[in-house]
């Protein structure tokens, strides 16, 4: 009887640190797990940061070429005036 009793003993040890293994096995992946997602996650929210960044010096220089292409147009009406009544006069 006393060797049925130590095999069990032995068989419910085992059994326990099969299921202290496994639970400290999972909790580990876990907490792994999560730590990849947060970096992950900040990961992108740096890269959020940075497009939209972009996006609006992006928009910066669409305003300053538009206001380069309206002052130009104006000069070059200016300089067309100036030009026809300098070298178009018409017998005055």
Do not use: C, P, W
């Amino acid at each position: 009887m006393e060797t049925i009793t130590i095999a069990l003993v032995i068989s419910i040890i085992g059994i326990l640190l099969n299921i202290f293994n496994f639970y400290y096995s999972r909790k580990k992946d876990t907490i792994t797990n999560v730590k990849e997602q947060d970096r992950e996650s900040s990961n992108q929210q740096l890269i959020d940061y940075r497009l939209t960044q972009v996006e609006k010096k992006l928009d910066k220089i669409l305003d300053i070429l538009d206001n380069y292409d309206k002052e130009i147009d104006a000069r070059l009406s200016k300089a067309m005036e100036q030009h026809i009544e300098v070298y178009h006069k018409e017998g005055k």
